[in-house]
């Protein structure tokens, strides 16, 4: 009887299919789940792979319990009156088709604004409006239509920390097999069954073939459940027409397999299961070390790595403290100024909180907060400061995911990346053809060695240790880099960043310092009430030159703004009572008499009088003018500065001749001129404060925010410096250049060694069991050589 598949799952559908719209289904949740899609319009699905689907559990009031309010506080990251946001785990994404249904969840139900698939991980990010739909009803949805997410609270109460026992239990399964069968195997490999004594044969002749039978029975468990995941791989990748690095191994298991259960059933030897159940143990066991080592390096750049800035908290005393992001405690009372962002949960005590969680949600309309509400991590304050206490550590919020938000990633993959795959395509390609033309030669020539050489070319030419040399190579100097004080988003970054070949650098804030900074002030005496609303003023706000004479300006007592309001590239003004204080350029306060154009000033008016000005003299970074010389020699340098020319003789000194300078720039110009020089083909490096940078930040190749003392951390940044390593910058970038080329040096490596192993297994030299060792030996020999250099490579960093 012919099978007939379901039409959503692929499931048989029995004697007696459901026929609906001219298709077959096995039961009527899958017709159900085709309904929903054909008439959103999402019948594409089908499209991107047949039979997709998963049948639907049935679904009735099991999920009734995420109706309460203290459980839905639990599992969501972001909780508000018109979103929250949760992230479930959903075991069943498997394919393109699954993420393309669950990115078009909004289709199936208008409250859900946004869903985003994270496949490695098999998460399903999802934004709803919980005045329309609830997370049970989210839930819900998602196991109607075949995606039933995993949900367990002691997951969300231990911050969801992946394990995946899967792997231990397999190695664990093909380590005992291999063990015994290396056992059984002694007197075939001592030839003692051959062997003759006094009394006669030898007694273990006589067990030979229970031995052999027994040897079959320890290689099914490792074959059909510890290698099960390569057949999968290597199936799904043809599926798609895809040669994945997984089809040589599988078809190397699956013809020793088949080889050795032959010769076992017709008497002719004892097989090749030592070097069957040797090659999957010690593949799974490289795949562990591989775990293990990625697990250490995330463990590496926790979130004290991503955020090595520091925020205001206020003590019991009323001082202002600037401490550590990762040090904040419960209960600690926070300072969060104007574009600052907020670092943790927290309650908002007083201040005009106007929160823009278009970090986190992705929606840019801000949201007025009163005292007593709740905040969220993530949010930026758009409208002067804000006290609050925190009611979180910064590691139980979501800050540290921001970076990972798909609103900040890039659609292209990285180069890197792509060639990668690339090569474990072609080299899949040209292990199977050298296979079965060597095959076909010792078939003509010898035909006893023919089997023996197409296994062990499958078995020798594993292109794992290729795909391993990017990943550990990057991987470790990501690591190297973070102890550094330069700390990037991810690997794709440090390839973007041997790739640069123009370097563009904000001044204020850069290349000069805050902290050595000097003021004289020259006009009108200030009354009290003037120098407190200045003060008070230049509290709220972060530019490098208000935080600056802010810290210069003697103390004055705390008071709450009536008003405050930040212009970019312009200045800022702040009322209290019947005072209304400017402060920024001339043009913006209304100065209209004749200054010194030359000088780096911030002007004050108050009630639109004119008062003066604070005059400041810069202090470049130590070494910067080394650092530029040296940066000159293959890069590219520009200057962009939203001050006057005032600097522009100390710069020429300290730039190498004929560096572009360009000053008055506001926050679209720079973004402009990065522009301008990406069209002329150049790769584009952007080093700023984060602040006024950040859409020239984002637009570069590569993103820079240097961080000194204050929270205006970027996440559309590709990574933070600290300001401490300021000079040592270009060293980073020469180790990134390094790093691609150790990447290239694996490759030989890794091919070297395959060449060489191919050698022995085409000419009938290789013995199975002797690949099945050396086949694993190739990773580690990769990882370690990769490993190793990039240690190297970091000790000369400072």
């Known amino acids: 009887m012919q099978r007939i598949e379901c039409y959503h799952c692929g499931d048989d559908c029995g004697k007696h299919p459901m026929v609906f719209d001219k298709r077959q289904f096995c039961c009527n949740g899958c017709k159900t789940v085709y309904e929903i899609f054909t008439s959103n319009d999402l019948s594409y699905y089908y499209d991107l792979q047949s039979a997709a689907g998963a049948t639907p559990a049935t679904v009735e009031s099991k999920y009734d319990f995420l109706d309460t309010d203290t459980i839905i506080e639990r599992l969501t990251e972001f909780n508000d009156t018109d979103l929250q946001i949760v992230d479930l785990y959903v075991p069943h994404i498997h394919c393109s088709s699954c993420i393309w249904v669950l990115e078009n969840l909004n289709r199936l139900n208008p409250a859900i604004s946004g869903s985003q698939v994270n496949f490695p991980k098999k998460t399903l990010r999802i934004s709803y409006n919980p005045k329309k739909t609830t997370l049970r009803q989210v839930v819900v949805l998602l196991a109607k239509i075949g995606y039933e997410p995993y949900i367990s ?52 002749n006589q067990y030979e073939t229970v031995f052999r039978w027994m040897m079959f029975a320890f290689s099914l468990p490792v074959v059909f459940y510890a290698g099960s995941g390569y057949f ?41 299961f030592d070097s069957l159940t040797g090659l999957v143990f010690f593949l799974l066991l490289g795949k562990f070390f591989q775990q293990k080592t990625y697990a250490f390096l995330s463990f590496e750049r926790d979130y004290k790595s991503y955020f090595p800035i520091a925020i205001t908290r206020i003590t019991s005393e009323g001082k202002e403290v600037s401490t550590q992001v990762n040090e904040i405690e419960k209960g600690d009372r926070l300072l969060i100024r104007n ?31 009163q005292s007593g509400d709740k905040l969220y991590a993530g949010g930026k304050q758009l409208r002067g400061a804000i006290e609050m206490e925190a009611l979180k550590s910064v590691s139980q919020s979501y800050l540290t995911q921001l970076w990972g938000n798909s609103v900040f990633q890039g659609t292209s993959q990285s180069k890197f990346r792509t060639l990668t795959d ?24 010898d035909p006893s060695k023919a089997l023996n050489v197409f296994t062990a070319v499958l078995i020798i030419a594993c292109p794992c240790a290729i ?79 208000s935080r600056s004479l802010y810290d210069l300006l003697a103390e004055q007592d705390i008071i709450t703004l009536d008003e405050y309001e930040e212009h970019l590239g312009k200045g800022l003004q702040g009322s209290k009572d019947n005072d209304h204080m400017k402060i920024g350029s001339p043009e913006f306060v209304g100065n209209r008499q004749p200054t010194d154009a030359l000088d780096t000033s911030v002007h004050i008016s108050n009630n639109d009088s004119y008062k003066g000005k604070y005059v400041f003299h810069n202090h470049y970074r130590e070494g910067a003018d080394v650092m530029f010389h040296a940066m000159s020699e293959s890069l590219d340098l ?25 000053f008055n720039q506001k926050p679209e110009s720079k973004l402009e001129f990065i522009e301008s020089r990406q069209e002329q083909g150049k790769k584009v490096m952007m080093l700023g404060d984060g602040l006024n940078d950040a859409g020239a930040l984002a637009q570069a190749d590569v993103g820079i925010a240097i961080s000194e003392n204050v929270n205006v951390f970027s996440p559309a940044c590709d990574g933070i410096l600290d300001a401490t390593k300021f000079q040592q910058f270009y060293t980073y970038i020469v180790a990134s250049r390094k790093a691609m080329h150790i990447v290239k040096l694996c490759f030989i490596l890794s091919l070297t060694y395959n060449v ?30 990769a490993t190793l250099m990039t240690n190297l490579l970091g000790r000369k960093l400072k």
């Open 467 to 545: 795909a391993l040399a990017a990943p550990f190579t990057l991987g470790n100097l990501l690591r190297i880099f973070g102890r550094k004080k330069l700390y990037l988003k991810d690997t794709r970054t440090i390839e973007q960043l041997a790739l640069i070949n123009t370097v563009v650098f904000d001044k204020t804030g850069t290349i000069t310092t805050s902290q050595k900074s000097t003021a004289t002030y020259e006009g009108m005496p200030l009354t009290a009430e003037e120098e407190s609303l200045l003060k008070n003023t230049l509290r709220s706000s972060n530019h490098p030159l």
């Open 153 to 204: 609270l002691d997951d969300f109460d231990n911050e969801k920390k992946d394990t995946d026992r899967s792997l231990i239990y397999k190695l664990g399964v093909a380590g005992f097999a291999f063990g015994n069968v290396m056992f059984l195997s002694f007197p075939d490999y001592l030839d003692l069954s051959a062997s003759q004594t006094s009394g006669g044969e030898f007694w273990l």
């Open 232 to 272: 999968i791989s290597a199936y799904q990748g043809l599926r798609h027409r895809f040669l994945n690095i997984d089809v040589p191994i599988a078809l190397g298991i699956l013809v020793l397999f088949l080889r050795s259960t032959i010769e076992i059933m017709f008497n002719w030897g004892n097989g090749f």
């Open 339 to 369: 574009e600052e962002l907020i670092p943790v949960d927290g309650i908002l005590i007083n201040g005009d909180a106007r929160i823009d969680y278009s970090f986190v949600t992705g929606e840019s309309e801000p949201v007025r907060k």
């Open 422 to 445: 690339g090569i474990g395509k072609r080299f899949t390609i040209a292990v199977l053809t050298i296979a079965f033309t060597a095959t076909a030669f010792w078939l003509y020539l």
């Open 638 to 662: 520009a200057i962009l500065s939203g001050d006057n020319e005032g600097e522009k003789g100390r710069l020429q000194q300290m730039l190498p001749r004929n560096t572009p300078l360009h």
């Open 756 to 785: 060489i192993g191919l050698y022995f297994a085409v000419t009938g030299q290789l013995r199975p069991v002797i690949a099945a060792i050396l086949m694993p030996l190739s990773s580690v020999s990769v990882v370690a050589f």
